[in-house]
């Protein structure tokens, strides 16, 4: 199994502040990741797709790179409304786990 | 529009059996997979498996093989998850989510529900 490790597992941060979030897989993914944003009560939604590929209808302040090993979600001015928690997934293997989230909270 | 709609809650005692459904509509069912995502009070989210429901194909995480089955109905554009023998550790929202055939993202899912085993 392809194990995922993300980090921090927590951050707090401010409105308008420049937020990264750090993933890396136990084994070469090549650009099979995609990032979640889950808000309390609520199904996860899809923000990137293939690393860095953005999803339809999300805000251009949401960033994806990396490939291989490790990747990167970036936010690049917080917004209300983007504090939650995110998670990554591999689907480079049938077995597609995720990482074990970040929460981004109000500073 | 696409929508994947879960059954509702439940709550159970150790050892009942159980299936939840999700209902698929707005798209061709057959041309998705359909996976099952658990997600434990105030934890992250587990991978538990996959359906094709074209032609049945089944893929499991070694962690949920033989613990839990998914089926689906495509005459009704239905997936299931089910147990046999509920243990308290069960306990959890469960999603159900699509993606493409090959190496896809979940793009849609469900509203989850939430199953309770208690005695």
């Known amino acids: 199994d392809i194990q995922m490790t993300q980090s921090p597992s927590t951050l707090s941060a401010s409105v308008g502040d420049r937020v990264t979030i750090t993933c890396r897989a136990s084994?070469?993914?090549?650009?099979?990741l995609a990032w979640y944003q889950q808000k309390p009560g609520k199904a996860p939604k899809l923000l990137i797709y293939?690393?860095?590929s953005l999803e339809s209808g999300v805000p251009s302040r949401f960033s994806g790179s990396g490939s291989g090993t490790e990747f990167t979600l970036t936010i690049s001015s917080l917004q209300p409304d983007d504090f939650a928690t995110y998670y990554c997934?591999?689907?480079?293997?049938?077995?597609?786990?995720f990482g074990q989230g970040t929460k981004v909270e109000i500073k | 529009e696409v929508q994947l709609v879960q059954s509702g809650a439940e709550v159970k005692k150790p050892g009942e059996s159980l299936k939840i459904s999700c209902k698929g509509s707005?798209?061709?069912?057959?041309?998705?997979?359909i996976g099952w995502v658990r997600q434990m009070p105030g934890k992250g989210l587990e991978w538990m498996g996959i359906?094709?429901?074209?032609?049945?194909?089944?893929r499991y995480s070694p962690s949920f093989q033989g613990q839990v089955t998914i089926s689906a109905d495509k005459s009704i554009s239905t997936a299931y998850l089910q147990w046999s023998s509920l243990k308290a550790s069960d306990t959890a929202m469960y999603y159900c989510?699509?993606?493409?055939?090959?190496?896809?993202?979940?793009?849609?899912w469900g509203q989850g529900t939430l199953v309770t085993v208690s005695s």
């Open positions: 989510a699509r993606q493409l055939k090959g190496r896809s993202p979940f793009d849609y």
């Open positions: 707005g798209y061709s069912f057959t041309s998705y997979w």
């Open positions: 359906i094709y429901p074209g032609d049945s194909d089944t």
């Open positions: 084994q070469s993914i090549s650009s099979w």
């Open positions: 293939k690393a860095s």
């Open positions: 997934q591999q689907y480079n293997s049938y077995s597609r786990s």
